[in-house]
C-alpha cells in the first residue's frame, strides 16, 4: 500500500475504507458497518470499535443493507473530506428507510474528526443521526449505544485520551485474534504544533504517548496472532515519549529497538513524522535495526521559508536538507515521502518555485501533495491573500508532474534487483498475491494463498505505472514460511 487513505482525489487515492474486521459466523447477532475516512489512524480506532462492540453482540458487516449500526469514521483535513459524510449520511438514509419498510431499524453514528469538530451540528443538520462520538470516547460506545437506543440524541466529543487508550487494549485483549500480517499501532496522538493550516490539534487534542509496556503488550499479541508488520502511528509519532514501568520516559528510537527484540515482527515502520522531532536517537535506529524498513514519511508541506514560516512548521528549508544528509548518512537506501500543500496564503509563484526546487533537490520516492484548503478555527483560514483556486490547481498539477517523474525513476531503480516482500494478501488476478517491498512498493507475483503472511525473496522483474512485478527467487533461502497463526491471546 503505497497510498495513505488520507489523501484525496488530488492524488491518486481513495479514502475510503470499509470494515476490515472478518465477519464472525452465524448466530442471531446485530451486525455493524463501519466505514472509515482519513488517515491510518482512523483505520487503527474503527478496527478497535469494531473490537469493542463484539461482546456487545454486534459482528461486522461490509454490507450497508445488512447493518443494525452504521459507523462513518470521519476525516476533517479538507473541505471535501469534511463533505463527503454529509452525502454519504444523505445514502444511508435512503437504505434506512428500505429497511424501516420491513420493520428493521438502522442507528447511524458519527465518529472521527468531523465528530469532534462539529458536534451536534452533525444531528441538526442530518437528523438521522442518532450519535456523535469524538476519537477519544470510544471505550464509550456500548453505554453511548445504549442511550442512544433509548431515543436520546448523544454526543460525546470529551477529551480524555488515557482512559480511551487504557479501555481499548483491555478490551482488545479479551478478543481471539487472527491479523492480516501487517497492522497498525498507535502510540501516540494528538498534536500540539498547531500548523497554522491544520485542524488536527483541534480534533484530536494534545500530544499524549501511550505508556512503553502497553505499546510492548500490544505488539507482543500482534506477533502471537501472526502479524509480521508493525507500523507505529502517532500525528507526531516521532514526537513519542512514553513512560516505562521504571518511570523513565522513552523516545521512539528506543522504543522501536525493544520492538526490534519481539520474536516475529520482522518489519517495523512508524507514521507520521515532524522534521523537528527527528533526533539522533531514532535516526541512529534507522542504521541499526535491520527490521526497520528503509522508508521514512517526513512531511515538509513547503520549500519556502517565508510560507515554512507562515505555517508555524518552525523549521527552515535549510534545517530540512541538513537533516535529510544525515538521515541518507545513516540509511543511504532509504526511500523518503513526503506531503505539500500548494496555494497556501500569500505564496507566489517564487516561493511556489522554491518547494519545487527543495523537491527537485531531495528527489523523493513517492509523495502526497494537496491544495491549501481553508479549515474553519485554523488560523491560514483568514489570512489574508487567499490564492485562487485555478492558481492552486496549476501549482498541484505542475508538482505532481515532478513528484511522478521522481517516483517512476525511484521504481525503475529496483529493476533486476532482489528484496524481500511481505505477501499481504491476494491479488486481482487468480494466482495472484500482493505484497510490499522495504521501500512501501506494492509488489504483485505469482504465488499460492499459502504463502500470505510470508517474506519472501523476490526479483523485480518488471515496474507498473502504481506497483512492482515479481518473481519469488529462493524460498528456503529466504525468511521462514509462514508462522501459524496462533488463536486465542491472554
Ligand atoms: N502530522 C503530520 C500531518 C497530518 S495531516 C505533519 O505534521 O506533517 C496530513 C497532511 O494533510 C498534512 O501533511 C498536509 O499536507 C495535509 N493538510 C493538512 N491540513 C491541510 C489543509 N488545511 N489543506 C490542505 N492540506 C492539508
Ligand atoms: Fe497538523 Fe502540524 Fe500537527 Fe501535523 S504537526 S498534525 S500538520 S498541526
Ligand atoms: Fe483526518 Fe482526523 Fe486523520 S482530520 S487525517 S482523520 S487525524
Not at 456500548?142 to 480524555?160: C, I, N, Q, Y
Not at 548518512?329 to 500548494?342: K, M, R, T, Y
Request: aromatic share 6%; proline share 4%.
Amino acid at each position: 500500500m503505497t497510498s495513505r487513505p488520507e489523501q484525496d482525489q488530488e492524488t491518486n487515492g481513495n479514502t475510503v475504507s470499509e470494515n476490515s474486521a472478518r465477519p464472525a459466523a452465524g448466530g442471531n447477532t446485530r451486525k455493524v458497518f463501519v466505514r472509515t475516512y482519513g488517515c491510518q489512524m482512523n483505520v487503527y480506532d474503527s478496527e478497535r470499535m469494531t473490537d469493542v462492540l463484539g461482546p456487545e453482540g454486534f459482528e461486522a458487516t461490509n454490507t450497508l443493507e445488512d447493518a443494525d449500526l452504521v459507523i462513518l469514521n470521519t476525516c476533517h483535513i479538507r473541505e471535501k473530506a469534511a463533505e463527503k459524510v454529509y452525502s454519504e449520511l444523505g445514502r444511508i438514509r435512503k437504505v434506512k428507510e428500505e429497511r424501516a419498510k420491513s420493520g428493521k431499524d438502522m442507528m447511524v453514528g458519527v465518529a472521527g474528526c468531523v465528530a469532534q469538530a462539529e458536534g451536534e451540528e452533525i444531528s441538526r443538520r442530518a437528523p438521522i443521526v442518532d450519535l456523535v462520538v469524538g476519537p477519544q470516547s470510544y471505550h464509550q460506545l456500548p453505554g453511548l449505544l445504549d442511550k442512544a437506543r433509548s431515543g436520546e440524541k448523544v454526543v460525546e466529543t470529551e477529551f480524555d485520551i488515557d482512559a480511551k487508550f487504557g479501555h481499548l487494549s483491555e478490551r482488545a485483549q479479551t478478543q481471539v485474534l487472527k491479523r492480516a500480517p501487517s497492522a497498525f499501532l498507535t502510540v501516540q496522538e494528538g498534536c500540539d504544533k498547531f500548523c497554522t493550516f491544520c485542524v488536527v490539534p483541534y480534533t484530536r487534542g494534545a500530544e499524549v504517548s501511550r505508556s512503553v509496556e502497553q505499546i510492548l503488550s500490544e505488539a507482543e499479541r500482534m506477533a502471537a496472532a501472526g502479524v509480521r508488520e508493525v507500523t507505529l502511528l502517532g500525528q507526531n509519532v516521532n514526537a513519542y515519549h512514553g513512560e516505562a514501568t521504571d518511570g523513565s520516559s522513552w523516545g521512539l528510537g528506543r522504543l522501536l529497538r525493544r520492538l526490534s527484540e519481539i520474536d516475529g515482527l520482522d518489519r517495523l515502520r512508524y507514521t507520521t513524522s515532524h522534521p523537528r522531532d527527528m533526533d539522533d536517537d531514532l535516526i541512529d535506529a534507522h542504521r541499526d535495526l535491520k527490521s526497520l524498513m528503509p522508508y521514512l514519511h517526513l512531511p515538509v508541506q513547503s520549500g519556502s521559508d517565508k510560507i515554512l514560516k507562515a505555517m508555524n512548521r518552525r523549521h527552515t528549508r535549510d534545517d530540512y536538507f541538513r537533516l535529510i544528509d544525515r538521515i541518507r548518512d545513516a540509511s543511504p537506501e532509504i526511500a523518503l515521502s513526503g506531503d505539500f500543500i500548494v496555494g497556501f496564503p500569500d505564496e507566489t509563484d517564487r516561493d511556489f518555485e522554491d518547494t519545487m526546487d527543495l523537491i527537485r533537490r531531495v528527489g523523493y520516492g513517492s509523495a502526497f501533495s494537496f491544495k491549501y484548503s481553508q479549515r474553519p478555527g485554523t488560523p491560514g483560514a483568514t489570512m489574508e491573500n487567499q490564492v485562487p483556486e485555478e492558481v492552486k490547481s496549476a501549482r498541484l498539477a505542475e508538482l505532481q508532474a515532478l513528484v511522478s517523474a521522481q517516483q517512476k525513476t525511484f521504481n525503475e531503480t529496483r529493476l533486476g534487483m532482489v528484496c524481500d516482500v511481505l505477501l499481504e494478501k491476494k491479488g486481482r488476478n487468480e494466482g495472484q498475491l500482493v505484497g510490499k517491498s522495504p521501500w512501501l512498493q506494492p509488489v504483485q507475483l505469482d504465488a499460492p494463498e499459502a504463502l500470505i503472511g510470508s517474506i519472501q525473496a523476490v526479483e523485480i522483474v518488471k515496474i507498473g505505472s502504481n506497483s512492482l512485478f515479481g518473481q519469488i527467487i529462493d524460498r528456503q533461502n529466504s525468511h521462514e514460511n509462514p508462522r501459524p497463526v496462533t488463536a486465542a491471546m491472554a
